[in-house]
């Protein structure tokens, strides 16, 4: 489960929280009537999620429940609140908490990466997501170096240089950048995504049984209008046959949805590019080899001896269970990378020095406006069904995946990860 969905459940439950609420101030002069009482749970929630997020800021985190949830909440109340929590910064929690706890969520971070791509402030990042725990970058770089010195002389660049213009966009949904990953294709388990170009925000990644199959990616991109109830001014993929459907769609939709558009002479609803030339995504992909996807291919290959892929009940059960995973894992990614404050770059024309999650909420404080066009999502849900509806996106048939889910349930499996994931196979094969 993402933090994104999390804050939108949790906003879910606000406007139901203060919709029961009586309006004891009809004029609205009081400005706190929007700020719930100490020890709200819906609101510990959110404070809980900003901070394991890295938004530790009180007036960042003012703005960020303004805006995401309409709780008028002042930025010194923000750091009482903080503070009932024993939501703590990096510094006084590294200073006042034991040497061997806060060394040993060092190596367990360590642990997770075998590949050993990870620098100290990917560690730092996965540290907060996973235990809600910040440490300084300072300890973390300095106690790597002791456990594995020879981890900082094989991380450097790999990525080959290609010379690229400045990418410019008016606000978030401007333009969404989509395309497929295959580095996980060699183990069937192939990742398709959209990217906003203004944010820099990941708004999908999907596993998917074949991201080169036209009405797959199509799917995915109604999925995404469906989920924001929207569409981008303009999309961009590379000119590959498997895209055709979704430049058919945009056009479509535009011409229903907004056919102002096309008479006030705005650019296309979608452009292909070569793929090195879509930025947006292709800088996306390096990010996720190096966090996790060359880790995945290690964990993979510890099955070897376990896994015989021409034997169908154990084929059927990996499908499920490895799509499940990297689904999950997947969506953790994007959980950390639109939280992840970038650096500042005075030469870029969007927004940087801030998360993609801030800028994408407080767009006009970063000179944005939002471009989303809306659309009837009942017509986007018809079109969903006529193309071949989720079973598009699926690795295994809902009665497989029902069953398996069931026998998973009865195994009480406090989490599914990539260092537990064939012990859990072999746990339920026989079960099978």
């Not at 606000?14 to 009081?30: E, K, R």
């Not at 569409?231 to 895209?243: F, R």
Request: glycine share 8%.
């Amino acid at each position: 489960m993402t933090s994104l969905k999390g804050l939108e459940t949790l906003n879910d439950q606000l406007l139901n929280y203060f919709n029961s609420m009586s309006n004891n101030n009809p004029t609205g002069i009081n400005q706190h009537i929007r700020c719930p009482k100490k020890g709200d749970p819906v609101v510990e929630a959110l404070l809980s999620e900003y901070h394991r997020n890295g938004n530790t800021n009180r007036d960042l985190v003012s703005e960020l429940l303004l805006a995401n949830h309409q709780i008028q909440m002042a930025p010194a109340t923000v750091a009482r609140r903080f503070r009932d929590l024993n939501l703590r910064c990096a510094g006084s929690t590294t200073r006042d908490m034991p040497t061997e706890d806060r060394r040993q969520l060092v190596l367990d971070a360590m642990a997770k990466d075998p590949a050993r791509r990870q620098g100290p402030s990917s560690v730092k990042e996965a540290i907060a997501f996973g235990t809600g725990v910040h440490l300084t970058r300072q300890y973390i770089r300095e106690e790597m170096r002791v456990q594995d010195p020879a981890g900082f002389a094989e991380r450097e660049p790999s990525a080959k240089k290609v010379h690229r213009g400045v990418l410019i966009s008016l606000g978030p949904h401007h333009e969404w950048s989509a395309d497929g990953h295959d580095k996980l294709s060699a183990i069937g388990f192939p990742i398709w995504g959209v990217r906003d170009k203004w944010s820099g925000k990941w708004l999908g990644l999907w596993v998917v049984p074949n991201n080169r199959l036209k009405l797959s990616v199509a799917y995915l991109y109604l999925k995404l209008v469906s989920e924001l109830g929207g569409m981008p001014i303009q999309s961009t993929t590379d000119c590959g046959s498997e895209t055709t459907l979704i430049y058919g769609l945009a056009c479509a939709l535009r011409e229903h949805f907004a056919p102002e558009m096309d008479e006030a002479g705005i650019g296309a609803a979608h452009v292909f590019l070569k793929s090195i030339y879509n930025i947006t995504i292709e800088r996306g992909w390096l990010r996720i080899r190096l966090t996790w996807g060359d880790n995945v291919k290690l964990f993979w290959k510890a099955g070897e001896g376990i896994y015989n892929p021409t034997i169908p009940k154990q084929y059927e059960l990996v499908q499920w269970l490895w799509s499940k995973l990297i689904q999950q894992e997947l969506d953790v990614f994007v959980d950390r990378q639109n939280n992840h404050k970038v650096r500042t770059d005075n030469a870029k024309m969007n927004p940087s020095g801030v998360s993609p999650n801030v800028c994408h909420s407080l767009y006009t404080k970063y000179g944005g406006e939002d471009c989303l066009q809306p659309v009837d999502t009942d017509v986007i849900h018809q079109l969903m069904a006529d193309i071949g509806g989720e079973k598009l996106i699926q690795f295994v048939t809902p009665e497989y995946a029902a069953h398996a889910q069931s026998i998973y349930a009865t195994l009480n499996i406090q989490s599914l990860a990539f260092d537990n994931v064939w012990l859990i196979y072999s746990t339920m094969l026989p079960k099978m």
